[in-house]
């Protein structure tokens, strides 16, 4: 059964890093394309990152250049470094597989504020 758990978030000061997890489990990760998303309060979710079984990755034009997709394939982990973080990037983070019609983790929540 595919389970993803994300992890990490909390609270942070503007300016400050902070590194979401999301492990997965019921299949491996490396195989698949990986994606980051948030939701803000009231609005609605949006695309951060992606990373393909290649190792490729993009993002969106609001966190490029502050953050990081990566992977830890002997952890089937896969991971968001979120440098310069600015209050607009507070949000529940998300992660999701590309498998079928998608499978969704819980959420961490995120919150820039001084």
Same mark, same amino acid.
């Given at each position: 059964?595919? =389970? ?11 300016? !400050? ?5 999301? /492990? /997965? ?7 698949? /394309?990986?994606?980051? %998303?948030? =939701? ?5 979710? &949006? ?10 990755? +993009? %993002? /969106? ?11 830890? +394939?002997?952890? +089937?982990?896969? %991971?968001?470094?979120? +440098?310069?973080?600015?209050? &607009?990037?507070?949000?529940? %983070? ?10 969704? !983790?819980?959420?961490? =929540? ?5």
């Amino acid at each position: 059964q595919v =389970q993803l758990v994300e992890s990490g978030g909390g609270l942070v000061q503007p300016g !400050g890093s902070l590194r979401l997890s999301c /492990a /997965a489990s019921g299949f491996t990760s490396s195989s698949y /394309a990986m994606k980051w %998303y948030r =939701q803000a309060s009231g609005k609605e979710r &949006e695309w951060v990152a992606t990373i393909t079984p290649a190792g490729s990755t +993009n %993002y /969106a034009d609001s966190v490029k250049g502050r953050f990081t997709m990566s992977r830890d +394939n002997t952890k +089937n982990t896969v %991971y968001l470094q979120m +440098n310069g973080l600015k209050s &607009e990037d507070t949000a529940v %983070y998300y992660c999701k597989v590309q498998m079928g019609l998608g499978y969704w !983790g819980q959420g961490t =929540q995120v919150t820039v504020s001084s």
